[in-house]
């Protein structure tokens, strides 16, 4: 049960500046109907997180799994709005003791180039968390909190939050910068004892490099590193731990998640290779070295996010990049609406890449949302409105276990095609506090789209779902403008 008491709720301004699209919406998912009809009716939000808080609540939340790459999925906790808002807003109040955010930009500038001039000799120790969030103890977590704050009411409430989403008695949500920032002061306790070895490093996320004259040091500093990381409940992760020489070796990227967008203005101009030449040189190695039977790194995700035209760029190499690295269909996605928005003369590479994007990708969670969220962004431009293999994924989408999907399945239907009064009775009644506000605003927009006695049903049930509860209600008027 989350309660927050009459004094913490009197320092609820942090809720209002944590009632905005950052703290509702998850990275590396796709718009969900579920957060885009309230998304913009944040006095609506905050009255209805702030009654929550006030009666008490137990959270609701659903886990999807998002694909990691070649170690499995990771677990994305996708929580109730007060939970996420009450959430942010506990991280907000926190801040004057939190660290500066290790994801900014200067700090990935520097940890790139960190290690990379030759004129100090020496060895570059590389290193990055596993599964750095999924294994945070909240305990641990939280006392730091309280060494640096000394606020009770924001570590108990904090604590109470971090305990009932906890898997195990572990982990903290994932895609949340609250998130982040909690990471951040986190992996502060490492950090101290790596200043205290007097030793120079920097950190991003949870990736590591450290600095040392000779070979005998870098492999002391590794074992230091190991020891501290363990000392928290963590571990390094075996496949990302190397010592390199100092040089260009040591040149690289974070491998947590990509730039934001905004970053990606300022992509480097003396970078030799465009974005193609880098993707489609993978392409060629990797084909190669499938017949081999080989496995070699994939592509940056920047060189996708950097694909402005379709120029050379195939339906193969699309669907190859997510099926060598599932992470990817977030940002071939991305490449196939832009290709999509700027010119119908690549409808013919869309379509085939789409179809076999469906035929290939495993209906997972996540990839069935980014599949929907694709088809419905291509369904806007009515140029795509012929896409029988997003129909059949949107109807199976309206029985699946995952909230989420049934949610989104609905909306795609509801928006592209039609529902009837029994299928948005059976979404109803599996729907929670999670997608409620969405299923109002599906229903409401099969209810417009409907004909006579048809009509006469859907608003009928369109009304029960509604239920005149007050974020409900903003829904519906979201859907009048978006339908």
Request: some cysteine; hydrophobic content about 45%; overall charge negative.
């Amino acid at each position: 049960m989350i309660r927050w008491t009459p004094e913490l709720l009197d320092r609820g301004v942090s809720l209002a500046l944590a009632a905005n699209p950052a703290a509702i919406k998850l990275e590396h998912l796709p718009n969900l109907v579920s957060d885009e009809c309230i998304i913009g009716n944040p006095a609506a939000i905050l009255k209805h997180v702030v009654a929550n808080l006030q009666r008490g609540y137990s959270p609701q939340f659903e886990i999807l799994p998002m694909p990691r790459g070649f170690s499995g999925d990771r677990p994305v906790v996708y929580m109730d709005l007060a939970t996420r808002i009450a959430y942010a807003g506990l991280v907000t109040l926190g801040q004057p003791a939190l660290e500066p955010s290790s994801r900014q930009e200067s700090v990935r500038e520097e940890f790139r180039e960190f290690g990379t001039d030759e004129s100090s000799p020496g060895y570059v120790v590389m290193s990055d968390i596993a599964a750095c969030y999924e294994y945070i103890v909240p305990q641990i977590l939280v006392d730091e909190l309280f060494l640096r704050s000394d606020d009770y009411e924001l570590v108990a409430s904090l604590a109470e939050v971090l305990q009932e989403l906890a898997t195990l008695g572990r982990g903290i949500p994932q895609m949340l910068e609250a998130s982040d920032y909690l990471a951040d002061l986190y992996l502060s306790i490492v950090d101290r004892a790596l200043d205290r070895a007097n030793l120079r490093w920097v950190r991003t996320a949870d990736d590591y490099k450290i600095v040392v004259p000779t070979w005998a040091e870098a492999l002391a500093v590794l074992a230091l590193l190991d020891k501290e990381v363990r000392a928290v409940g963590l571990i390094l992760s075996a496949n990302k731990t190397r010592i390199v020489a100092v040089g260009p070796k040591a040149r690289t990227r974070s491998s947590s998640s990509p730039e934001p967008d905004g970053e990606l203005e300022y992509a480097d101009e003396e970078e030799e290779d465009e974005p193609v030449e880098a993707l489609l040189d993978w392409h060629k190695e990797w084909q190669a070295a499938r017949k081999k039977n080989r496995i070699i790194d994939p592509p940056s995700a920047r060189d996708i996010r950097l694909l402005k035209t379709s120029d050379r760029v195939t339906p193969k190499l699309l669907t190859d990049l997510v099926f060598a690295y599932p992470p990817h269909l977030e940002y071939v996605v991305g490449a196939i609406i832009r290709f999509a928005d700027a010119s119908a003369e690549d409808d013919d590479l869309v379509k085939e890449a789409i179809d076999m994007l469906l035929n290939q990708v495993p209906r997972t969670s996540w990839n069935i949302l980014w599949l929907l969220e694709v088809a419905s962004r291509l369904a806007d431009l009515k140029r795509f409105d012929d896409l029988p293999g997003v129909r059949l994924l949107a109807e199976a989408g309206l029985t699946d276990s995952a909230e989420l999907v049934r949610a989104q399945s609905a909306w795609y239907m509801a928006k592209f095609h039609s529902l009837t009064a029994a299928q948005l009775q059976s979404l109803h009644l599996r729907s929670s506090r999670l997608t409620i506000a969405g299923v109002s605003a599906t229903a409401a927009l099969a209810a417009k789209k409907a004909k006579g006695r048809s009509r006469d049903n859907l608003n009928q049930v369109a009304a029960a779902i509604r239920n005149r509860q007050p974020l409900n209600e903003a829904a519906v008027e979201w859907a009048k403008s978006h339908g």
